[in-house]
């Protein structure tokens, strides 16, 4: 009969209640949604990555023999090496495409993800070509292409359509910041098809090492046995290609423990303050059920079973929800910056965490709730309670009250006493505006870190890469017909103490393209004896201006100690910044990579054997604008999710007050209040919860913008920066909410008969 | 004899329950006159209640006619009916029905904000006997003392119909008997007309006026040519 008490009950109070369960069912929503997504990241890759066998170690070199191959697999822990040939060149087609081309010995390592085609076998002649590019080229299996590099010709049938393990993420080229696949690609073939094959040598080295095994030991062991003092040996972590799309990972798991933090603890007021309203409602019920002789362990069940059922019903029908559909909101945009063979969805231990943690928590809520009714025995328990006497507060002492209307009074005084319902009621519009900062907000940094990157820091219109075929001679004709800055730009590995991290170094020659800011974005001067250090890369290292950081270009032996004279802030490329002099003085040589012009270069500047690509600046932020389609998917979750929670959470407060008000409301109605008066007295209290949630959401938000910035990849850095306007959509957005609300529940007053006030106390 | 303040013609109360017409009040007619006390009696479920609604302004009559001062009530809309209640009658309720959150005081103030020409709350105050309870919350004080706070609050708008519902059914017989004395003071002093609900007959005695409800229709009003003084009634 308790159960069918519990229906009748849960039917009574259906607003509360569904409120409850609707901010159960959001939170686990959003957790599990975002958490089966970010794992479902980890597990697609990984499978990929098993399936394929990526390398574990990649060693760059100038040349490996049979030999060494003999050497690296002799050692412990490693179960097989094999060589490879990676060279940059343009294939002959419109608009000269950028391919990647990889001359391999085996397949064993990193192997090809076939698509469609024949099978790679090393005795094959042909190319397997990436399938985006051939279908962003219109390519097709048959199809021959010609590719060239440093005027050498390779034409050669495409056999197969691959994707590759190494290729998860690919840019074009260092300074790009979003791929944009199709226009750029990679191909495979067998080193037996190089076409000069006295000049052909492996300049890499791809390691499978076994499961467990310290990568450093492995690293250190094959510097001491091969004979080669310009060797360089990069993990997974170092590759851009598996870092970026472990960030990305990262980043959408730790999105998913923000945000339903919120939605879990308004879920968790709004059961504390139902239960504890409906325990102390049915406090005689209470009194009469123990006095029927009910077991007080069965009445705490009874109780306990609202939270439960409530949470228990909502929790799994949102983990079932986000699980089943949020990824696929992602799926477009992600399919658009990586490549994999499958998108995965699966839960972590986390999501089952959460899911119990909630229904535990509700339950426990509820417990808490009926414990107070039931500590005292039933005949206290029959009479109704007494009232606590509550001290006047300040307020009301002061001469100012007696001025004050009633209104003002009466939600004053219905506030202090009803603190926690307030706080809900805070706490949610908080979370409302909070999110709204936060959905602006990421919208504003993205927008500015385009006109940032190209508008404050790159001045220029043009930037002309050449290839290793241009001397010194041209590159300086080429200076001064384009009136241009040379700039060399190579990676570099950096090391602290044991961290060593990648990155680039940029050297400029005279020239006024690039700017460099401080990290209060403040323009600076590169000093002219020292390195300045790029700011998300001093966070990554740990270390500030003054300390040491050591260096060397990516295939030179030749490390450097420096003293890190500046910081500035970078967008994309995180690592050192320096002059042609300091530079020279550190006894390199300059050698220019690429020029930086405001003159438009001509139509066919890049058919030129010693230009390998001429990149307009605009196509550039056109690519990244590309890039805000997946923030506008973000922003749009982000504020339906705002306006849920502030409808939910402010209509609960609502009915709440106006369920305990019903009898003060109909004896207002006889007295001669006007229906519009009594929406005037109620509604100034959702007012004023209204502008306090905002008061306290817009800096929180803000904050909580910082730390989402904070946490994306180690490689970019972005600033933090929510507009005038994107305050103003924020604010004017939960007002919207709040009126909706008001709307919503101004027809309930009118529902309410006078009569009532008329009849005793239930 | 002074005017009739309010009339009622032939006037009935229905419901509609499924297919079946259920009448709370049927062919009800009669007069009330200014500065009267009136005690309309009946058992619980008689109609009494629906009758102090329909004279209230709280709930409309099916048919029939209630004439106030002459203009026709049954005729009025929402508005119209807010402010005959707001103007012309005070309410004093069974359980008091004191807005929880308001000092006694700040109770019977709230008046000021539906009536502009309220009397001062403080002789309101004074004159049920209240002058030092001004500032204790309703939670704080005796059924006896809130019922008073309660008829202070309806004497502020200085109405001319106080209703009360069943005043000292919440109130012991010693306070019960102070509240009736109170109510029999304003009729006769300051010329209120008070109508009081109750089921209890002996407070028939110290009425001008006495109707009897029954089934839904009025069974008798008898006119008591000597009421007796409240102090007087034992129950």
């Known amino acids: ?85 990676q ?119 791809l390691v499978d090492v076994d499961q467990d095994v310290n990568l450093t030991r492995i690293k250190d062991a094959i510097k001491s046995q091969i004979d080669s003092d310009n060797l360089v040996i990069t993990d997974r972590k170092q590759s ?33 303050t139902t239960m504890t309203r409906m325990t102390s409602n049915q406090r005689i019920q209470i009194g009469t059920l123990k006095a029927l002789g009910f077991t007080k362990q069965k009445i705490t069940l009874h109780y306990m079973s609202y939270g439960f059922a409530i949470s228990l019903i909502g929790g799994l029908m949102g983990a079932y929800v986000g699980y089943s559909y949020l990824p696929l909101l992602f799926r477009e945009n992600m399919m658009e910056a990586y490549t994999l063979p499958v998108w995965e969805v699966s839960m972590s231990s986390n999501s089952y965490i959460a899911i119990l943690a909630n229904v535990f928590i509700s339950t426990l809520v509820s417990y808490l709730a009926c414990q107070r009714e039931l500590r005292d025995p039933p005949a206290t328990t029959l009479k109704p309670v007494v009232p606590k006497k509550s001290k006047p507060t300040f307020i009301e002492k002061s001469a100012l009250w007696n001025r004050l209307n009633f209104s003002v009074k009466w939600n004053y005084r219905d506030i202090i006493r009803n603190r926690i319902r307030t706080l809900m009621g805070i706490v949610g519009v908080i979370g409302c505006t909070m999110l709204m900062v936060c959905a602006f907000g990421c919208r504003d940094s993205v927008t500015d870190m385009t006109s940032w990157m190209y508008g404050e ?26 009136e241009g800055q040379l700039i060399e730009e190579k990676a570099i590995e950096l090391a602290v103490k044991n961290l060593k991290k990648t990155g680039s170094i940029t050297v400029l020659d005279k020239g006024n393209y690039i700017h460099f800011q401080d ?66 003085n550190l006894e390199h040589t300059f050698c220019a990579t690429a020029l930086l012009t405001n003159k438009s270069p001509e139509t066919n500047l890049s058919d030129q054997d010693e230009i390998q690509a001429v990149q307009n600046i605009n196509k550039l932020k056109q690519d990244m604008d590309k890039s805000m389609e997946m923030m506008n998917t973000m922003v749009g979750i982000l504020i339906l999710a705002a306006v849920l929670l502030g409808v939910v959470v402010l209509y609960n407060l609502g009915v709440l007050t106006f369920v305990e008000k019903t009898r003060e409301i109909a004896t207002l ?50 600033v933090p920066s929510v507009t005038i306007l994107s305050y103003c959509f924020s604010i004017g957005g939960t007002f919207a909410v709040s009126t909706l609300v008001n709307w919503l529940l101004s027809g309930k007053i009118k529902t309410i008969n006078m009569v009532d006030a008329l009849k005793g106390v239930e | ?111 000021k904000e539906i009536e502009e020409n309220t009397l001062d709350p403080k002789k309101c105050m004074e004159a049920v006997g209240l002058g030092e309870h001004f500032h204790q919350f309703p939670a704080q004080m005796s059924g ?92």
Request: proline share 2%; net charge negative; hydrophobic share 40%.
């Open chain 1, 1 to 85: 009969m308790l159960n069918r008490k519990l229906l009748r009950d849960l039917l009574k109070n259906k607003i509360q209640f569904i409120s409850i369960f609707l901010m159960s069912f959001l939170g686990l929503l959003v957790f599990v949604g975002l958490d089966a997504e970010g794992n479902g990241l980890g597990t697609s890759s990984k499978s990929y990555y098993d399936a394929t066998n990526l390398a574990d170690l990649w060693v760059m070199g100038k040349g490996f023999t049979n030999e060494d191959i003999r050497i690296i697999e002799n050692l412990t822990g490693v179960a097989h090496a094999e060589r490879r040939l």
């Open chain 1, 87 to 205: 060279i940059n060149t343009t294939a002959v087609l419109e608009n000269e495409p950028f391919v990647q081309l990889n001359f391999i010995e085996e397949n064993e390592v990193s192997k090809l993800y076939l698509k469609s085609g024949e099978k790679y076998s090393s005795s094959s002649e042909g190319i397997w070509l990436d399938e985006l590019f051939a279908k962003g080229q219109n390519l097709s299996i048959g199809d021959t292409i010609t590719l060239e590099y440093n005027g050498m010709k390779i034409t050669e049938e495409i056999k197969g359509l691959i994707i590759h393990p190494e290729y998860v993420f690919f840019l074009a080229d260092e300074g790009a910041m979003m791929p944009n696949y199709g226009s750029y690609g990679y191909g495979f073939l067998s080193s037996k098809e190089f076409p000069v094959q006295n000049q052909f040598v492996y300049s890499e080295l």
């Open chain 1, 240 to 272: 851009l290609s598996y870092s970026t799309f472990d960030a990305e990972k990262q980043q959408h798991i730790s999105m998913g423990f923000m945000f339903p933090i919120v939605f879990l603890l308004i879920a968790i007021l709004g059961i504390v």
């Open chain 1, 457 to 482: 820091i790159m001045t220029c219109n043009t930037k002309i890469i050449f290839s290793d075929l241009a001397g010194d001679a041209s590159k300086i004709d080429y200076a001064k017909k384009y």
């Open chain 1, 519 to 584: 990290d209060k974005l403040s323009h600076i001067n590169l000093s002219q004896n020292g390195i300045a250090l790029s700011y998300k890369m001093a966070q990554n290292l740990g270390i500030d201006i003054g300390d040491f950081v050591e260096w060397h270009i990516v295939g030179e032996t030749k490390w450097i100690k420096s003293r890190v004279e500046q910081l500035y802030r970078s967008p994309a490329n995180q690592g050192i910044s320096m002059n042609r002099k300091t530079f020279e």
């Open chain 1, 669 to 718: 109605k006889v007295l001669g209040f006007s229906s519009k008066q009594i929406r005037g007295i109620l509604q100034k209290q959702n007012l004023w919860v209204t502008i306090a949630g905002i008061i306290i959401g817009l800096p929180i938000g803000y904050q909580f913008l910082v730390v989402l910035c904070s946490t994306l990849s180690e490689s970019q850095d972005l």
């Open chain 2, 1 to 111: 004899m002074a005017e009739p303040i309010i009339e009622f013609k032939e006037v009935a109360k229905s419901y509609q329950r499924g297919d079946r017409i259920f009448y709370a009040l049927r062919h009800v007619n009669l007069t009330i006159h200014e500065g009267e006390m009136v005690v309309i009696l009946g058992p619980s479920g008689a109609g009494k209640s629906t009758l102090l609604n329909l004279l209230g302004g709280m709930d409309t009559a099916t048919e029939g006619s209630i004439i106030f001062e002459g203009v026709d009530i049954t005729k009025y809309n929402d508005n119209q009916l807010t402010q005959y209640r707001a103007k012309n009658v005070g309410v004093v309720f069974q359980f008091y029905n004191l807005i929880p959150t308001l000092t006694a005081y700040e109770n019977v103030a709230l008046m």
């Open chain 2, 144 to 235: 006896g003392e809130q019922q008073r706070t309660s008829i202070a609050r309806a004497l502020a708008k200085n109405p001319k119909l106080l209703l009360c519902d069943e005043p000292t059914g919440a109130l012991d017989t010693e306070t019960g008997r102070g509240v009736l004395e109170l109510l029999q003071k304003m009729s006769s002093e300051s010329q209120h007309t008070v109508i009081m609900v109750t089921h209890n007959s002996s407070f028939a005695d110290i009425a001008n006026k006495v109707i009897r409800v029954k089934n839904g229709t009025v069974e008798s009003i008898t006119i008591n040519q000597k009421p007796i003084n409240a102090n007087e009634v034992s129950w």
